[in-house]
């Protein structure tokens, strides 16, 4: 992580793709100006994901991120699928997004490197 003359430390730059550390890196030095979204379908942002991820379907992204996103945001996503994922990224940015950052891997990399996730267990039927 780059330092200010030696003495603060601040986030690298956001990139176009991003390894898990890369976000994970951002998540520990606790910038919080950063929003993670998961383009999977609903079934599978329920079964697992990224601690903090927000569901936004790749069918919904535009539509959704529209009405709850700034342009300028820093956008990490992720999707099924690294093909997935850059596909999504591309409808943000022709949305006017600039600041989207694919994440390499997904939820997958993210749980390979024993990082956390989330998920809604299912209730027996009592």
């Known amino acids: 992580m780059p330092n200010f003359f030696g ?8 990139q176009a793709k991003s390894l898990v550390y ?3 890196d951002r998540l520990d030095w ?5 929003t ?3 383009v999977r379908e609903r079934n599978l942002f329920n ?5 903090g991820a927000i569901s936004m379907p790749a069918s919904e992204l535009v539509e959704r991120a529209f009405t709850a996103l700034e ?3 820093d ?5 099924e699928t690294d093909e997935e994922t850059a596909e999504a990224a591309e409808q943000l940015r022709s949305a006017g997004y600039d600041n989207v950052s694919e994440l390499r891997g997904g939820v997958a990399a993210w749980k390979a490197v024993g990082f956390p996730i989330e ?3 299912q209730r027996p039927n009592i």
């Open 47 to 51: 079964t697992s994901r990224i601690t």
């Open 7 to 14: 003495l603060i430390p601040i986030p690298p730059p956001l």
């Open 30 to 34: 606790g910038d919080p100006a950063l």
């Open 71 to 73: 342009r300028s945001r």
């Open 75 to 79: 956008i990490y996503l992720y999707g």
């Open 36 to 38: 993670i979204i998961d």
């Open 22 to 24: 890369d976000l994970k």
């Open 119 to 121: 998920s809604i267990l």
